[in-house]
């Protein structure tokens, strides 16, 4: 019971530098998810185009890694995350007031940037501020947050677009998005001056002197989220073949979706209770017999079902990566570790996407999902073989802290 209470205490003081600021500055971002494309092509923008400007996001959000990890050992955590969060709704405000492409193409990765600070930093304050033993539920809570945001996200955006203008929604979504600073203003949304560290990290020699360790985390975390990004792209595809509507194929999706964030809890406390690899290998397992079962589909009852294991699957390691960063991050290199760690994982975000179209074209979809199922159970093989448990109290091998 009294575990219990513990548990609860450290998520609710994670409630205001945490939750609330990831929720907003998702929810702003959720909201244009289908707003962006209808605004733009609605503005003669070729598909091309479009989808390099949307693309932008995730660039500016997997680059900024590094320097994002040079700014908060600078000018410290908060203040980091104050930019990161000003940034991204500036980015948003002044999206509809220009239509030249390389303006869109930067706001988008300024935007991207942005939010890339954010996760950098929140990131950053688990890791100091939560105990191993809390962490995977605190780590799984942060993924629901996610999950929730893109659930009522989109359907908050198109209501907007549809009853005012896509302005309209892009002005919400801006401020939705700044109002996540208000963390700075709630009990308990700062971070205290005691778990901040003494001495500034130099990043370039801090990830040198961890280099075994990043490439032992990296690793894995770029196979297994290259596999969840794909997913996103086959699923809709493989849809597409039996010639559903768009708004059917979207339900398809969204199916998943809300299997994945029913069991977001049940991952943080398997994680804690057991180990991360019990969240890690079974349901990234599961997750890849789905991946298999829609290489199979022959059917739309055959992609819903194979939709709904995936949504299993991935719920049930909500948080897993998160968590993984922080728990090997090294005490005298917290920021630069995750920093690089994240760096490498959303290098895996652009790869699935790449190889889902490339296997497309040169075998069919059916194999791109099989591969896809193939990259995931090899960063299955790589977590448990490689990595191994990481939950400090929990490990049967000494966790490495140094480049050795």
Not at 49 to 60: D, E, H, M, P, T
Not at 114 to 139: C, E, H, K, P
Not at 153 to 174: H, M, N, R, V
Not at 356 to 367: E, K, M, Q, Y
């Given at each position: ?387 191994g448990e990481t939950h400090a109290g929990r490990q049967r ?8």
């Amino acid at each position: 019971m009294a575990n219990e209470e513990s548990v609860w205490r450290v998520l609710r003081s994670c409630v205001a530098p945490v939750y609330y600021p990831v929720f907003a500055v998702l929810l702003g971002v959720a909201i244009l998810v289908p707003v962006l494309p209808l605004y733009l092509t609605d503005e003669n923008v070729g598909l091309s185009l479009v989808g390099l400007i949307i693309a932008g996001g995730g660039v500016g959000a997997a680059a900024i890694g590094l320097p994002a990890a040079a700014l908060t050992e600078r000018f410290g955590n908060d203040r980091a995350m104050a930019v990161g969060i000003s940034v991204s709704a500036l980015a948003v405000f002044a999206f509809p007031v220009t239509s030249i492409a390389i303006a869109l193409v930067a706001l988008r990765v300024l935007g991207g940037s942005g939010v890339g600070v954010i996760y950098q930093t929140r990131t950053l304050y688990l890791s100091r501020n939560v105990d191993v033993q809390f962490r995977g539920r605190a780590g799984s809570f942060v993924g629901g947050t996610n999950r929730f945001a893109f659930v009522i996200g989109p359907i908050l955006g198109g209501w907007i677009a549809d009853q005012w203008s896509y302005e309209a929604a892009f002005l919400i979504s801006g401020m939705i998005t700044a109002a996540a600073l208000l963390w700075l203003v709630l009990p308990g949304g700062r971070e205290s001056a005691d778990v901040q560290p003494v001495e500034r990290v130099s990043i370039m020699p801090a990830l040198h002197r961890h280099r075994g360790l990043l490439m032992r985390g990296g690793i894995g975390s770029m196979l297994i989220l290259g596999a969840r990004e794909g997913r996103y792209v086959v699923v809709p595809l493989v849809a597409d073949q039996f010639e559903l509507s768009n708004s059917e194929i979207g339900l398809i999706v969204a199916i998943g979706t809300g299997i994945d964030f029913a069991f977001f809890p049940i991952a943080g406390w398997i994680m804690d209770r057991f180990g991360r690899l019990y969240s890690i290998v079974p349901f990234f397992s599961l997750m890849a017999f789905g991946l298999v079962l829609l290489g199979r589909a022959d059917s739309v009852t055959g992609i819903i079902v194979a939709s709904l294991v995936m949504g299993v699957g991935n719920g049930l390691t909500s948080g897993t990566m998160l968590t993984l960063a922080t728990d090997m991050a090294p005490a005298d290199a917290q920021g630069p570790y995750i920093a690089g760690q994240t760096l490498m994982g959303n290098f895996g975000l652009f790869v699935g996407p790449v190889i889902v179209g490339w296997l497309a074209d040169v075998a069919g979809l059916d194999i791109s999902a099989y591969g896809l199922a193939t990259i995931l159970l090899a960063g299955v093989l790589w977590m448990a073989f490689i990595v191994g448990e990481t939950h400090a109290g929990r490990q049967r091998v000494p966790k490495r802290t140094t480049a050795t």
